[in-house]
Nanobody, 125 residues
Framework: QLQLVESGGGLVQPGGSLRLSCAAS????????IGWFRQVPGKEREGVSC????????NYADSVKGRFTISRDNAKTTVYLQMNSLKPEDTAVYYC??????????????????WGQGTQVTVSS
């Protein structure tokens, strides 16, 4: 079974940057779409960005456009989320997830089949 492991979270000051990684265990991700989501206590999980591994097509939530960039490595085993110009409202647990197929009409948790355990991102001075 596909397993995903996130890393790269931490504490950063407003305006700073972090790069999150999502690594697949024992599988390549050629036939999947990978999404990044975030969640704060008491709120629904929010879609942040996604990438279709076969052709690199991407999508972003309006709240992160121009600040976050999703990418994949050449081996298609790891997906990255480069987060720049971070704001306190970006504070959340960030999850990556894999899907056999997504619509690209949005970034919806229900379209994803496998989830990582999450990594905390805290933006604070």
């Amino acid at each position: 079974q596909l397993q995903l492991v996130e890393s790269g979270g931490g504490l950063v000051q407003p305006g700073g940057s972090l790069r999150l990684s999502c690594a697949a265990s024992g599988f390549t991700l050629d036939y999947y779409a990978i999404g990044w989501f975030r969640q704060v206590p008491g709120k629904e999980r929010e879609g942040v960005s996604c990438i279709k591994m076969s052709d690199g097509r991407t999508n972003y939530a309006d709240s992160v456009k121009g600040r976050f960039t999703i990418s994949r490595d050449n081996a298609k085993t790891t997906v990255y989320l480069q987060m720049n110009s971070l704001k306190p409202e970006d504070t959340a647990v960030y999850y990556c997830a894999a899907s056999y197929g997504i619509s690209f009409r949005g970034i919806f948790p229900y379209e994803y089949d496998y989830w990582g355990q999450g990594t905390q991102v805290t933006v604070s001075s």
